[in-house]
């Protein structure tokens, strides 16, 4: 059995999710479409 050192696999997608969505919004863009957007990439 493998030691669990692989936990950051895990929380990869949630950190995309939560860098994107504290960059700014770009111009043209809604806030919502935004985080729709951060959670696609993730």
């Given amino acids: 059995m493998k030691p669990s050192t692989e936990w950051w696999r895990y929380l990869a997608p949630l950190a ?3 860098i994107i969505a504290l ?3 770009p111009a043209g863009l809604e806030n919502h479409t935004w985080l729709y957007f951060a959670v696609l990439l993730a």
């Fill in 16 to 18: 995309v999710i939560a």
């Fill in 23 to 25: 960059l700014p919004v």
